[in-house]
């Protein structure tokens, strides 16, 4: 018997449904550990950290592969990345001023 290995986790029940028809229709063997704990609520306030899709060990590159091809859990870093990674830098540059602006006017 083979064991099971971590492929990709979710918060979201729905997303977690998706990837097992996707790798269930592949004829990969799917093991989901905590579920159940996704329908207990809301899971930003409870502390859960989501539902684990694990896999056999043998079965693990190519439910990657499929996953890839079905476009979840892409590790890649694309062009959109590096857009948001600028947008935070020019709003916390933007928060500064806006903060020191304020700090300003109290003072004097």
Do not use: C, W
């Not at 099971?4 to 979710?10: R, Y």
């Not at 097992?20 to 609520?41: D, F, S, W, Y």
């Amino acid at each position: 018997m083979s064991k099971f290995i971590h492929l990709i986790s979710s918060v979201n029940p729905n997303e977690i449904e998706q990837i097992k028809l996707v790798l269930n229709r592949e004829g990969i063997e799917t093991n989901v550990n905590g579920e159940m704990a996704l329908q207990a609520g809301n899971i930003e306030l409870s502390g859960i950290s989501g539902a684990s899709i694990r896999v056999h060990q043998e079965k693990l590159i190519h439910a990657k592969k499929v996953l890839k091809e079905a476009g979840f859990g892409s590790a890649e870093s694309g062009p959109d990345d590096k857009y948001y990674k600028y947008m935070f830098y020019i709003f916390a540059f933007i928060a500064f001023g806006v903060i020191a602006y304020m700090a300003y006017i109290s003072l004097f």
